[in-house]
């Protein structure tokens, strides 16, 4: 074989191996980080977090839309949007956060026996809405 046909070979088999391992990482999508609470999710089903999106929906109406909520989760507690960060753990990161100083400043919901931050909550109904 030449040495030529064996680069082309050889690019050719690493490119083709390389393309479903590529489309196999994929990452979360900025919709599913926000409706997944990760702490609610380590203890509970997601019936259960549909069932506590839909409860907190119906105890406030005026947040029932994909939109609004998203609107809300991506704020800080001044209210200042953040904007869209780029890497999926650093949005994490920022939910955690906002969902401790929920628990700090006694932002809390109550749902079915559920003591929830404020922040969780939405995220259960935003959950609730992407999954019906």
Not at 23 to 41: A, F
Not at 56 to 66: D, L
Not at 116 to 126: W, Y
């Amino acid at each position: 074989m030449k040495r030529r046909t064996f680069i082309w070979v050889s690019t050719a088999a690493a490119i083709t191996l390389a393309l479903p391992v590529a489309s196999c990482s994929t990452t979360p999508s900025l919709e599913e980080i926000l409706s997944s609470p990760k702490t609610l999710l380590a203890i509970k089903d997601m019936d259960t977090i549909r069932e506590l999106g839909n409860s907190y929906m119906a105890s406030v109406p005026s947040e029932t839309t994909r939109e609004l909520l998203m609107h809300l989760l991506l704020r800080d507690t001044t209210g200042n949007a953040v904007f869209k960060p780029s890497e999926a753990t650093v949005l994490q990161q920022f939910i955690g956060k906002k969902i401790k100083n929920d628990f700090t400043m006694g932002e809390l919901v109550f749902l079915k026996g559920w003591v929830l931050s404020k922040t969780e909550a939405r995220q259960c109904a935003l959950n609730a809405l992407l999954k019906n």
